[in-house]
């Protein structure tokens, strides 16, 4: 019989301080950034000799961010939405059905986890290019989706090998039609995986740059791209400030996520008794 001996203390404190050094190399950043949002002077410096909040209201005011916004905002529920019922879709089908091509079907609908997105954007540019299709947001939420897609299919594929098909064939016994075990049955048991997906796929397209920068026009370009051309001119801390509310807000919602829905539930990485 083998016993367990504890490590050394003098690895245990290592450890820590590893991990302590790890935190710090990926917090550093931010905490700069934090900082430098604050500065008085139209010019990033750090640290900064005087204290303002004059970046944090060019942020809400600027015109370009709160359009920029605004088309992130439509973009990220379209193709989120659009991507969560096809997604499930597809996840299902693969998951339940044997057909031919159904390896390569797999396979395509996953490259784009790695595909380079400016691959994507660019592609699509060149074939409306080319067909001579407006630039609109049709564009724009279709290469979102297909950006997307992987993230909510893997989710959903994910909740589907925990499923207890027992239950659904149980309902099916009762005399309930496929419909209505699909929805009153099978939807319950897949909530989960369905919220891990829409919630990663509104993350990702909220947050999708290098291919937006290809597919967007001045009408329809999303917040990310806005903040990219903003640098292009200006070199003040008002990018510094948005940072910060992104980070704010995400460290937010994330919080609000697990207290009340347990993100570890969502993502399946807790296990369940």
């Not at 969560?84 to 299902?92: D, E, H, M, S, Y």
């Not at 992987?150 to 989710?155: C, G, I, L, N, T």
């Not at 319950?188 to 829409?198: C, I, K, R, V």
């Amino acid at each position: 019989m083998h016993t367990k001996h504890p490590l050394p203390w003098v690895l245990r404190v290592g450890a820590a301080l590893l991990i302590v050094l790890i935190l710090a190399f990926v917090l550093l950043p931010v905490v700069v950034v934090s900082l430098a949002s604050f500065n008085d002077k139209a010019i990033l410096t750090f640290p900064p000799q005087a204290w303002s909040w004059r970046w944090f209201e060019r942020v809400f005011t600027y015109p370009d961010f709160k359009q920029g916004f605004r088309a992130s905002l439509i973009v990220m529920l379209w193709a989120s939405f659009i991507a969560l019922a096809v997604g499930t879709a597809l996840a299902i089908a693969v998951k339940r059905m044997t057909f031919p091509g159904k390896a390569l079907l797999q396979a395509v609908l996953l490259s784009p986890l790695v595909i380079p997105h400016f691959t994507l954007g660019l592609g699509l540019l060149i074939l409306v290019a080319q067909f001579d299709l407006d630039r609109g947001y049709g564009l724009v939420i279709l290469c979102h989706v297909m950006l997307v897609l992987p993230f909510v299919m893997r989710s959903v594929y994910v909740s589907m090998e925990n499923l207890d098909e027992r239950l659904e064939q149980a309902a099916a016994s009762l005399g309930a039609s496929p419909l209505k075990v699909m929805f009153t049955v099978t939807v319950p048991l897949l909530a989960p995986g369905l919220f891990g997906g829409w919630l990663f796929a509104a993350i990702m397209s909220f947050s999708e740059f290098t291919a937006s920068l290809f597919v967007t026009t001045q009408a329809t370009q999303t917040l990310p791209v806005s903040m990219y051309n903003y640098v292009r001119e200006f070199a003040d801390p008002t990018l510094a400030a948005l940072s910060v509310v992104y980070i704010v807000v995400t460290a937010g919602l994330l919080a609000f996520a697990n207290y009340f829905l347990g993100l570890g539930r969502i993502l399946n990485i807790e296990e369940t008794h």
